[in-house]
């Protein structure tokens, strides 16, 4: 129920997205904000002090994803470090943020470059964040309202560490204070830590599901009603059955939603197609039909 609650969320906010996108008269240039780390934020979690994969063109030390949802939205706080093995790995000090302007922010807390002798620099403010927006579904008359921001990382070299933290907030345009997603831990081997929290505040009520192979209190460190905190070091490879569908491919993964059930994502639908129907006084088409 929960992922179906995601699917189909994502696919009706993204189509209201685009009739609010259309029916906009006024459009603010996405920007990009920089500011301290939110007081409901973790400090980064210690890195387990591992060799260099074989053949790796990146060593990953960690990688801290933590979700806040409320009664205000959503709040995406990310964190990560890592080391550039190989040099193919330079083109990952591109560092890529995508948030939706329309209803959220980005703000960029720190980018550090730490050299191979120890010594690190701050990056922020030592080159422009470049935003780009692309419509990758025009041709299916779909408007996602996304932006990307690029900031690249000037003189990066191989074996030069990484490390970096931003939150990307957001208010569904569509649901309000209804909101649902997912938080993926690794399926596959590799070295390092992740870490995956989830917690809500203001009142918000979650209804969390999380696959069995993460309810090992070994990994799941803290887990009570407004918060879920899951962490893993050098995950190992998940065996999934071959040739099986893909609901059987499923694992390491939190979902969560703040709908109820079926009939509520159904009334959510009803809604949005019921307002459709009625144009607004200021819609344009109602001049070409005068």
Known sequence: MIKGAILWGALLSSASTSVALAQSKKVVP???????????????????????????????????????????GQEHFISQRFKMVK????????????????????????????????????MLGKANFIIVQR???LEQSVLTGLATAVFAIPGAEVGDDVEFSATIADRDPTFGEKAFGALQLPTNQISGTFRARLIQSDGAVL?????????????????????????????????????????????????????SGWPEISSAFWRQFE????????????????
């Open 207 to 259: 209804r969390r599901k999380v696959t069995a192979d993460l309810q090992s209190p070994d990994l799941t460190r803290i887990k009570t009603l407004d918060e879920l905190l899951v962490k893993i070091d050098n995950p190992t490879s998940m065996n999934f059955p071959e040739g099986a569908p893909a609901r059987y491919g499923v694992g390491r993964l939190i979902e969560y939603s703040s709908f």
């Open 135 to 137: 419509e990758a579904n």
């Open 87 to 122: 040099p193919e790995a330079l083109q990952a000090a591109n560092l890529n943020f995508t948030w939706r302007p329309s209803s959220g922010t980005v703000t960029v807390h720190s980018v550090r470059l730490i050299r191979k002798d120890g010594s690190s620099a701050d």
């Open 30 to 72: 996405p920007k990009v904000l920089q500011g301290p780390l939110p007081k409901w934020v973790l400090p980064q979690p210690e890195a387990l002090p591992n060799a260099v994969p074989a053949d790796a063109p990146i060593q990953v030390h960690f990688f801290d994803n933590q979700v806040r949802v409320s009664k205000k």
């Open 275 to 290: 307002k459709a129907t009625t144009l607004g006084k200021d819609a344009p088409v109602r001049s070409e039909i005068a």
